[in-house]
């Protein structure tokens, strides 16, 4: 509609329309098309994120500025992202959510300052930043300046880590150098069926290598959260996707200078049914698994645990949970999976969380039953001693209250490596059932006794009864956890059912913890 622009009821009118047209620049076939796909638009999914009627856009007037292969006449609203602030759950968050339905959500020179604006809010003030991913790359008819905005958001992204949470929201293609933001934020969370995350697609690895791989095989939702470890949570739908943010966010604190959020919750400082209950968790035999979830569900505030990247290295648990209303970063050997050994995987998984954690001053609290690491000429030709002191180095230089229980095996360098005394966790918790050693005893009557188990043999002996008493003797004398507590390794002996208050005392002591690091640029982490 023409308007007449030499009036103010003409002039508001125009802006009216302009507004309109910026809220659904494609149009409704466009919507709809996008709706077949089982997909929300991008100003949906910034309305499903944020809380109603708290979203303040940037930028919704703003067009390309290409004007080859026709471009110029091709100028719709918005670019294609939808960029701004808003609230989660009252707290300030900045978003931008690529539309899929401009230009199949490509990145332009404009597109790419929406984002880097929104980006720049953030650090500015303290949010968390989220960004909503559906969208194919750079767009191809802007060339180099188009490539060039992704190194501005890359930039962005590694000033702002460490600094304000960044969460990433795949929902639909991410292709190319567009993979690498998402892979620079803290968490990225995946869409299943929808999503597909990778740097060179189906065609192009068939026109150059021959092989044949479908897009959901290559880098679908679940490939990256059970097989790349890249995605953080394997979301049914949109709308779990946006639940998990939310629960993520109530864990996290707004910037690196802040907290996280506190609430009201008092715990019972007497030994409770659930407390007794972990008298009987730990089988009598070393080689039968138990349950790890159990511990953590009775340590914690009303038994809840967010656990970060559950389908992907099982054998250790990362997540989330609260102690007495306050945030706590959980890692956790998981006996029920390779016996909670650590790998390649594991190392770099729980390595990446509790770097996290200390960055954003959240407490960890480490719970141990790792017999070593992973052996097998497959992750030793993979990297093994370099990742695996990942995990060392993150401990090592973390200054966020460390508390650590021993549960059953912690044997050789495993044990050294998750959270233990020496590498500066400040209180150390073992139960009755630790066996702490360089060792398994089998494999050590096995070194120690090798001589007197082969006489025994020449000599007609039962061997098998020889062994048994040996490795009993060695267990009683070595494989316990009283020698770490005699040289102060451990703090405490406690009962299992004692854990949730020695836990929350411990924390509760470790609140006004300070510890600072020698001055250096930045460490260098064996990446």
């Not at 020449?458 to 008493?469: I, T």
């Amino acid at each position: 509609m023409i308007h007449d622009l030499t009036t103010t009821a003409g002039k508001i009118a125009d802006f009216h329309d302009r507004r309109a047209r910026s809220e659904a620049p494609a149009g409704q076939a466009a919507i709809d098309k996008q709706h077949a796909r089982g997909k929300n638009t991008a100003r949906e999914r910034v309305e499903l994120l944020l809380d109603e009627g708290s979203f303040v856009e940037f930028d919704a007037l703003a067009t390309h500025r290409s004007t080859a292969f026709g471009m110029d006449a091709k100028k719709l609203p918005g670019d294609g992202v939808v960029s701004g602030y808003g609230t989660v759950d009252g707290r300030l968050v900045a978003v931008y959510s690529q539309d899929f339905a401009v230009f199949g959500g490509s990145l332009s020179q404009v597109n790419g300052e929406k984002i880097v604006k929104v980006q720049k809010f953030a650090l500015r003030n303290g949010c968390p930043v989220i960004g909503i991913n559906d969208g194919g790359g750079a767009r191809i008819q802007e060339g180099v300046a188009s490539l060039a905005m992704f190194a501005d958001i890359f930039n962005m992204n590694v000033r702002s880590s460490g600094v304000v949470p960044q969460i990433s929201l795949i929902m639909g293609p991410c292709a190319g150098g567009a993979a690498y933001s998402p892979a620079l934020t803290d968490y990225i969370v995946m869409v299943d069926k929808t999503s597909h995350m990778f740097i060179t697609g189906p065609d192009v690895i068939k026109t150059v290598t021959g092989e044949e791989v479908d897009m959901e095989t290559l880098g679908g939702a679940r490939q990256h959260n059970t097989t790349t470890g890249t995605a953080t949570y394997l979301a049914e739908d949109e709308q779990d996707a946006f639940d998990f943010v939310h629960e993520l966010l109530e864990f996290l604190p707004a910037n690196n200078l802040q907290e996280a959020p506190l609430l009201d919750h008092d715990q019972e400082e007497e030994v409770t049914d659930l407390d007794a209950a972990l008298d009987t968790l730990v089988p009598d035999s070393a080689n039968q698994p138990y349950d790890m979830r159990t511990v953590i569900e009775a340590v914690v505030d009303d038994g809840h645990f967010l656990e970060m990247q559950a389908l992907y290295a099982p054998n250790v648990m990362i997540g989330y949970a609260r102690v007495e209303g306050h945030t706590v970063g959980i890692v956790a050997n998981q006996p029920m999976q390779f016996a909670g050994t650590l790998d390649i995987a594991a190392s770099e998984k729980a390595a990446r969380f509790v770097r996290h954690c200390d960055a954003f001053n959240v407490p960890i609290l480490t719970l141990v039953d790792v017999p070593g690491f992973l052996p097998g000429t497959d992750q030793e030709f993979n990297g093994i001693i370099r990742r695996g002191a990942k995990l060392l180095y993150a401990y090592a230089e973390a200054t966020v209250p460390l508390v650590t229980l021993i549960t059953r095996k912690a044997y050789g360098g495993a044990y050294i490596v998750m959270g233990s005394k020496k590498l500066g966790a400040d209180v150390n918790l073992a139960w009755p059932t630790a066996q702490i050693g360089v060792m398994g005893a089998q494999g050590a009557v096995e070194i120690l006794y090798r001589r007197d188990l082969k006489a025994a043999a020449n000599g007609g002996e039962d061997v098998e009864a020889l062994r048994a008493e040996l490795v009993q003797k060695y267990e009683e004398s070595l494989l316990n956890p009283y020698q770490a507590a005699e040289l102060g390794y451990v703090d405490a002996v406690i009962s299992p059912s004692e854990t949730r208050v020695q836990v929350l005392k411990a924390l509760r002591a470790l609140r006004d913890k300070r510890a600072t690091m020698p001055a250096k640029k930045h460490g260098n982490i064996p990446l």
